[in-house]
Each structure stands twice: as structure tokens, then as C-alpha cells.
């Protein structure tokens, strides 16, 4: 039962258009972990060297805001540094895909 459950979703989520490299998604991922709690701040991002390099890290960021999934606000403390915040559209991807999982489950 769990198997034909993972195949579905599995199958489902092929089928959205969603168009992040490998990089994006797991940026993205650890972001959307990190939830509501504590500001993620680019600087967060870019050291996170078990996931790709920094210069890897900083282009996935950059496409990530350039495709309208992130945005970055300055961070009230520091003018320096940047907060990441995830947009509608990103919200709108996870409703999507936890409405998969749902229905896969079924």
C-alpha cells in the first residue's frame, strides 16, 4: 500500500512544471526547513558547503529570486545583511505538492 502510494505521488509530482535545478531545490528545501522561526540570511545559505560550493550555492540563490521563488529583505538590525524569504510562488508549489502527497495517500 505505501509503495502505490509513493508510486502516485511520485508520478503526480512528475507531472508539475517545475523548473529549479537540483542546487535550487535543495536550497529551497533547507530554507522552507527552517520554517518561520529565526531569519534565514544569505550568508546562512552560502556557507552550507555540504550541499555544493559557494559560488554553486550563490548562483542557486541568485536563480532562485531571479525565477521569483525567493526575494531578499534587508535585515532591520544589519543593513548589510540580507533576509531570505520565500514568495506566493513558493507557497503556492508546497500547497501544491502536500495536496498530491494528500491525494496519493487516499
Do not use: W
Not at 531570505?84 to 494528500?102: A, F, G, H, M, Y
Request: net charge positive.
Amino acid at each position: 500500500m505505501a509503495i502505490n502510494s509513493y508510486l502516485k505521488f511520485l508520478e503526480a509530482t512528475s507531472k508539475l512544471e517545475i523548473n529549479i535545478p537540483p542546487n535550487g531545490k535543495r536550497v529551497l528545501k533547507e530554507i522552507l526547513k527552517r520554517g518561520d522561526g529565526e531569519p534565514c540570511r544569505v550568508q546562512d545559505i552560502i556557507s552550507m558547503q555540504e550541499i555544493a560550493s559557494q559560488a554553486t550555492l550563490h548562483k542557486a540563490l541568485k536563480e532562485l529570486i531571479a525565477d521569483g521563488y525567493l526575494m531578499l529583505k534587508a535585515d532591520p538590525r544589519d543593513g548589510r545583511a540580507r533576509h531570505i524569504q520565500v514568495t506566493k510562488k513558493t507557497n503556492d508549489l508546497v500547497q501544491k505538492v502536500s495536496k498530491l502527497l494528500e491525494k496519493s495517500a487516499k
